[in-house]
């Protein structure tokens, strides 16, 4: 998506500037919705308090015109403390903000009824209990205005836009105050979105279904092309974002792996993990090296800003105006922990319905998600709002991760309702950056994909009564061999069989080695293990290193990875025509196990027996889980030939940055590129969903 060039209007002439900025302040359309604005403010206000002074025990009065003078008290109060509160705000950043922006809107009601004439509340714990309701009154009561729609959250976006953009042009020695709104920006900008976890085909089918009108209107008018990319393996969002961000995929094996050097467990969302590997990623080249900007990721991609990217581990700090704003909005923090907690009861109720319908695979939906599936609401609108900032200064790329569709996928299903409901939102959030493009400093261009999709399934443990850690247990029950080799490593806290999963992929270590063991080695120490796992229902095949190199081991027959030679059934059948390749390349991963195990996978219906109990899964092979997607301007060119792996779509954003001129020392492009269309005046034409 891009916006279309402005030409940049004549400057206005020095004698007539006032003119000028009296003319914007007092047009019609300008005046207009303002007192609309501050109608709504008001009437929302005075529901708000009647209600709160209604339910309230022991209010002897609640007179209207008292209430409507408590009504201009509230936006009196409001006026004074807000900006106060707000420089506190920005003053403390990170967690102080976060905090300090909870109690904003309730200070501002307190303070209110503690000045109100009528003096109808008294007593400082009931003028709290009257504040946090009339906070959360205002928060559903907004949202019902706004239908359920995004209205005040982009006029509030809007506004932190322009103030960011007076704030810099006043640094910039600009007029100290003015009245007039800035202009569009003219230089390139890119802004990248992932869909967490969104595979092609379910995009596409819910773009066909009508359920997507921002992505379905680009691509039917023509403005934006589709295509699916392939994850290899792992698929997982560390290993996607290493190879996006960075061109280094190969440096993650799975989302969890062992390290067998140090006897370490690398957990990829672990923030202290996460920041031992992004050195190990970096070669100074990533794909935000050049002034852009990271939000919300795994991995910085050699960012100059990086907010919220877990190997950055905290929270924007005081330069972040969009963090700030958010927390002392009414309209941002307190509306989504409001809308939080409504989320909450959904879910309850879309799991009971689940369970009365006894729908299948299903798997429990309560615990630490409970508290995910609003978290990831609220991280998906604080991170939208960081992104307007970013637009509004100016930022030359921006790579932000919005997680909603995947952590509800996981627990509900990835072609469920309400996996659709989140997708459906994150539409929306398109279309606020869409709306939010009139006031950027730059001329962006948008470009959205994912880092994997997911595959169905009931689990291994669901499947089979036991977990794959009891099957090895019980695999590798006896006496290991007592002698072994020379290089065998000190005792580590560790179990000596380690497994490891992620989603349907599972890593196995024999911990007690430092070096990874071949097929022969393991056979000495665990006779039955190879053989056992290979001919388990629920374990598609084995890779283990042979004297041959790689192999891949079913039940009934093995493929050597190298050559391609098969013998028996080709357990690779069912994975596709890239599992080969996949597999073969992800045996060059760094700190890769002793052996690799892909689960099973239903020929006819796609379904895995994910190792988690999760029954949305990633990180193996079979199904959905591979096929990512791409979308972007349909005039910029795809210069690789196929996109096989988060390395191959590293190199082509780059070239795209190079074709904006935001890509220092990059390879030019052979051929000649037209400037993009815009993404807020697209083309009206046939349908392209290449």
Not at 113 to 142: C, K, Q, T, Y
Not at 310 to 327: D, E, K, N, Q, Y
Not at 344 to 363: C, M
Not at 565 to 582: C, F, N, W
């Amino acid at each position: 998506m891009a916006i279309s060039p402005h030409e940049p209007p004549p400057p206005v002439p020095p004698t007539r500037g006032w003119r000028a900025e009296l003319r914007a302040l007092f047009r019609w359309q300008r005046v207009l919705k303002r007192t609309r604005a501050v109608l709504r403010s008001a009437l929302v206000t005075f529901v708000v308090l009647t209600v709160t002074l209604w339910l309230m025990p022991g209010v002897a009065s609640t007179d209207v015109v008292n209430t409507l003078g408590l009504v201009v008290l509230v936006a009196a109060v409001g006026a004074v403390l807000r900006p106060l509160l707000l420089a506190g705000i920005v003053a403390l950043g990170g967690w102080g903000a976060m905090l300090l922006g909870v109690s904003v809107q309730v200070v501002v009601i307190v303070v209110a009824l503690e000045l109100d004439p009528a003096n109808r509340i008294s007593g400082l714990p009931s003028l709290f209990i009257a504040a946090i309701l009339a906070v959360i009154f205002a928060a559903i009561l907004d949202w019902m205005a706004d239908s359920g729609s995004d209205d005040t959250f982009v006029r509030e976006a809007k506004r932190l836009m322009r103030s960011v953009r007076r704030r810099q042009a006043r640094q910039g020695g600009g007029p100290l105050i003015t009245l007039r709104r800035p202009r569009p920006g003219t230089d390139p900008g890119l802004i990248m979105v992932q869909l967490d976890g969104v595979s092609e085909p379910v995009l596409r089918w819910s773009i066909r279904a009508g359920n997507l009108p921002t992505l379905g209107h680009w691509l039917r008018s023509g403005s934006h092309t589709m295509r699916s990319w392939h994850t290899g393996l792992p698929s997982t969002t560390p290993a996607s974002q290493a190879g996006i961000l960075h061109g280094a995929s190969r440096q993650i094996p799975g989302f969890r792996w062992f390290e067998k050097e140090t006897g370490r467990l690398m957990v990829s969302n672990r923030p202290r993990d996460a920041a031992v590997i992004e050195p190990r990623l970096s070669d100074g080249r990533g794909l935000l090296r050049d002034g852009g900007v990271s939000i919300g990721n795994a991995f910085g991609g050699d960012a100059a800003i990086n907010l919220l990217t877990v190997s950055h581990a905290a929270l924007p700090g005081r330069s972040a105006r969009g963090w700030a704003a958010f927390m002392a909005s009414p309209y941002g923090f307190t509306r989504a922990i409001v809308l939080g907690i409504g989320e909450v009861f959904t879910e309850l109720h879309q799991a009971r319905l689940q369970r009365r319908r006894n729908l299948l695979p299903r798997v429990s939906r309560s615990g630490l998600f409970l508290a995910l599936r609003p978290a990831s609401m609220l991280l998906r609108d604080v991170n939208i709002s960081l992104v307007a900032e970013q637009m509004a200064r100016g930022a030359p790329a921006i790579y932000c991760d919005l997680v909603d569709y995947d952590e509800v996928a996981h627990h509900a299903g990835p072609a469920r309702p309400e996996s659709m409901r989140q997708l459906e939102s994150l539409d929306r959030m398109l279309g606020v950056l869409e709306r939010l493009a009139p006031e950027a400093a730059r001329h962006y261009h948008l470009v959205v994909l994912s880092d994997h999709g997911q595959s169905q399934g009931a689990t291994f443990r669901q499947r089979y009564g036991e977990s794959l850690d009891e099957v090895v247990v019980r695999l590798s029950s006896g006496t290991p061999a007592s002698s072994p080799p020379p290089d065998a490593a000190p005792e580590t806290p560790v179990d000596p069989l380690l497994v490891v999963n992620s989603g349907n992929l599972s890593l196995l270590y024999l911990t007690r080695y430092r070096r990874r063991l071949d097929r022969a080695e393991i056979d000495s120490v665990y006779p039955k293990l190879i053989s056992g796992l290979a001919a388990h229902p629920g374990i598609g095949l084995v890779v283990v290193r042979d004297e041959d190199g790689p192999v891949a081991v079913g039940a009934a027959g093995s493929h050597r990875l190298g050559d391609g030679v098969v013998q028996g059934i080709d357990p690779l059948l069912p994975y596709g025509p890239h599992a080969r390749h996949d597999l073969l390349r992800h045996q060059e991963s760094a700190h890769i196990a002793d052996l690799v195990l892909i689960s099973c996978v239903d020929p006819v219906t796609d379904e895995v027996a994910a190792f988690e109990e999760l029954v949305g899964s990633h990180g193996g092979l079979g199904g959905w889980q591979t096929e990512a997607v791409l979308v972007h301007p349909a005039r910029w060119p795809v210069t690789e030939p196929e996109l096989d792996g988060a390395d191959v779509v590293h190199r082509q954003l780059i070239e795209w940055l190079a074709m904006l001129g935001l890509r220092t020392q990059a390879p030019a492009l052979s051929a000649e590129i037209e400037e993009p269309e815009a993404f807020d005046h697209p083309r009206l034409s046939r349908s392209r969903d290449g």
